[in-house]
């Protein structure tokens, strides 16, 4: 079951939800990504890239505090995937988890302020809930995309990424739901207004995902037991909006 929730200033939330499993992209793009994924007793952001203002409001439109929040998961450093995460921890004691070299470039002390998981390990974030982190290629950053398992079912919040391999459609290819970034539209990135260096970085395959990629990836990985797809991190500049 799909459906929609107004957050702030315009902005949706598209909420997926099965059994006692729920998704609730709170913002997806370059301004900032925040991801809820939250079961009967356990709630988890992955990514916090918006201010601790923005993401107390916009979990407020979902009657969530934060404190309810039983931990955060950075994907990567970069500021549209972290920019909140210290302050929520510093304002409700909220757990940080991340890798070593995110916690390190966001400045944390791994063994104090950050719980480090490492790819492919999965960890227990919750009673009823675990993740597995899997490595993509993403600019000069450590990116990993997670795979959330729920009492069988499983879920894959992946944004950030140039190219994809074998190992991670292995894995998305056992989820129920798939959250992946179709960033950029071919024609209308290389066609486009943007410096030829930054065409090659978001193009490259450190860059970011373009919808053919990302169709091609969808096409390895969707079968029957497919029942949601949303497609995120959809570049304001280079693709089209329906």
Not at 120 to 141: K, Q
Not at 184 to 199: C, F, I, T, V
Not at 200 to 223: E, K, M, P, W, Y
Not at 233 to 239: P, T, W, Y
Request: hydrophobic residues 35%; aromatic residues 4%; charged residues 20%.
């Amino acid at each position: 079951m799909t459906g929609y929730r107004g957050l702030l200033q315009g902005v949706t939330a598209l909420r997926t939800t099965w059994m006692t499993l729920s998704i609730t992209h709170l913002g997806s793009g370059s301004g900032g990504n925040a991801t809820l994924i939250a079961t009967d007793e356990t709630k988890i952001l992955v990514d916090c890239g918006f201010s601790g203002k923005q993401i107390e409001k916009r979990l407020g439109l979902l009657e969530i505090s934060p404190k309810e929040l039983d931990a955060i998961l950075i994907s990567h450093h970069h500021i549209d995937h972290s920019r909140g995460a210290t302050i929520i921890q510093k304002r409700w004691g909220t757990e940080i988890w991340a890798n070593f070299e995110t916690c390190a470039r966001l400045g944390m002390d791994p063994v104090n302020e950050c719980r480090l998981f490492e790819p492919l390990t999965r960890i227990d974030v919750g009673s009823d809930l675990s993740i597995l982190p899997i490595s993509l290629n993403h600019d000069e950053a450590d990116n990993v995309g997670f795979i959330a398992s729920h009492r069988g079912e499983r879920a894959a919040v992946v944004t950030d990424l140039g190219s994809w391999n074998d190992e991670l459609a292995r894995h998305m290819s056992e989820c129920v739901h798939i959250s992946i970034e179709a960033n950029y539209d071919s024609n209308r990135l290389w066609n486009g207004p943007y410096p030829e260096r930054l065409k090659q970085r978001i193009g490259g395959r450190g860059g970011h995902l373009s919808n053919r990629q990302t169709a091609d990836l969808l096409s390895n990985v969707v079968g029957d037991h497919t029942r949601s797809i949303v497609l995120s991190h959809l570049s304001a500049q280079n693709n089209a909006h329906i």
